[in-house]
């Protein structure tokens, strides 16, 4: 399919932007992304890519690029934070290749992105431009949009065929949709750490870790080839730092996990250093779409990861998007197309993500009900749970 002159412009490369470039691109159109980071670099943390996260990324050629640097963990294995006894294993692996046709992997931040760049870089119809910030977007009548890209103190005049906001759970984009709708604090902080793998027990080493606990959560798994453990402690707290994210003390995880398993507490004590964030939600059920303009990934959607499925969607996102483009003629008719087709699920996904944070943060009698309820589910009916999630693939 021929390029069409004016190119989609998307704000914002992250794992959202830059997916959405690459099915983009592979769909015909010629794509600017734009970014206000100088330098693309991933927080140092991990990242849990679920088989219809990794199916889009396979069709995009990504995925065999990421394989050397990524884990598949042979289980989730889940416990009680303060016994920490074992309350159920979901098998991952293997099981779940043959069941999804796609693996379960862990990867670095970084890695991730790196595939995703160079993949980016092999695309001569994508324009990439660092330390650009895409500032007053307006509808320039029926045809096309125009914005402003700032960069290093100058301002350049854009137009597109559609700007599609990637950027983040503080869009700006979406500040300037007619019904407006705010991030929200959800009352959840996540402490994230990275440890060296040496000296870790294999069982840790091999599976990914759950750990549920009064008003927090732990979940830990290899990444980087297995050469490092992400760390990860959630809990329900206020938020009083002047920014979203920020360095946290030792001393403040320790506290969250008083009275914790000593497993728990001495893996979070090999930590030299924690970054913790406020957990901030976007209602997927407002507008994501205003003639051309379009919102995706966080922007429009921000969850809670307590299905460690926020990237997944706006890889998903990405995908539904580009086909949706290619297949109407009109691209605000496409955008409402996209909007329509993806909705129903991350509304789905993000209410479940909610669900889990009242199950997983249980305490008292409750939590002894949850771990049985567990139990007793077994394996097999726990995997099943996740079919709906994991067994979509992108339209063709
Ligand atoms: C603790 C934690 C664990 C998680 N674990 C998982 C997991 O295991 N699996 C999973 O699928 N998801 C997970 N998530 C969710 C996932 O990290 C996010 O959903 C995902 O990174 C969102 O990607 P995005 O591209 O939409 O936004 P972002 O990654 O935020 O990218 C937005 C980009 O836009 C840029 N930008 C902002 N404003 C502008 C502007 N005006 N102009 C130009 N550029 C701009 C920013 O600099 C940034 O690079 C987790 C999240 C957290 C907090």
Redesign the pocket.
């Known amino acids: 399919m021929p390029s069409k002159d004016a190119p989609v412009a998307i704000?914002?490369?992250?794992?959202?932007?830059l997916t959405a470039a690459l099915a983009l691109s592979r769909a015909g159109r010629k794509v600017c992304i734009?970014?206000?980071?100088s330098e693309l670099r991933e927080a140092g943390?991990?990242?849990?890519?679920s088989p219809n996260?990794c199916g889009v990324l396979r069709r995009l050629d990504v995925l065999d690029a990421l394989e050397p640097a990524a884990v598949a963990p042979a289980a989730i294995r889940i416990a009680n934070g303060q016994t920490g006894r074992e309350v159920a294993s979901v098998p991952l692996g293997e099981s779940i290749s043959r069941r999804y046709g796609n693996p379960y992997w862990v990867v670095h931040r970084a890695d991730l992105q790196n595939a995703l760049l160079a993949a980016v870089k092999r695309h001569t119809d994508i324009d990439l431009r660092l330390g650009?910030?895409?500032?007053e977007v307006v509808m320039n009548g029926p045809r096309h949009v125009a914005f402003t890209l700032h960069h290093a103190g100058t301002e350049q005049p854009m137009e597109a065929d559609a700007l599609i906001g990637?950027?983040?759970?503080?869009?700006?984009v979406r500040s300037i949709f007619p019904a407006q709708h705010d991030a929200r604090f959800t009352g959840q902080t996540?402490y994230?750490t990275t440890i060296p793998a040496a000296g870790l027990p294999s069982w840790i080493l091999i599976n990914t870790g759950l750990w549920l606990g009064p008003n927090a959560h732990v979940v830990h798994y290899p990444i980087s080839g297995g050469d490092k453990l992400n760390l990860?402690v959630l809990v329900e707290e206020d938020w009083t730092g002047k920014t979203w994210s920020e360095p946290a003390s030792s001393d403040a995880v320790a506290g969250a996990l008083a009275n914790w398993s000593p497993v728990v507490q001495e893996l979070a004590g090999r930590a030299s250093q924690w970054l913790k964030?406020a957990?901030c939600r976007v209602d997927a059920s407002r507008p994501w779409t205003d003639q051309r303009l379009a919102l995706?990934?966080?922007?429009a959607h921000?969850m809670l990861?307590f299905v460690?499925?926020?990237?997944?969607?706006?890889i998903e996102d990405a995908a539904v998007l580009a086909t949706s483009i290619s297949a109407h003629k009109s691209l605000p008719a496409a955008l409402k197309a996209y909007e329509a087709a993806r909705k129903p699920r991350v509304r789905k996904v993000q209410a479940l993500a909610e669900r889990n944070a009242r199950i997983y943060h249980l305490s008292g009698p409750m939590a002894f009900g949850r771990d049985t309820a567990l139990r007793l589910l077994g394996p097999k009916r726990l995997a099943g749970q996740m079919d709906w999630i994991y067994r979509w693939t992108a339209p063709e």
């Open positions: 704000a914002g490369a992250g794992i959202g932007g734009v970014e206000r980071a943390a991990g990242l849990q890519l996260a650009c910030e895409v500032t990637a950027d983040g759970v503080w869009s700006s996540a994230r990860v964030w957990l995706l990934g966080d922007a921000a990861p460690a499925q926020g990237a997944a969607m706006a």
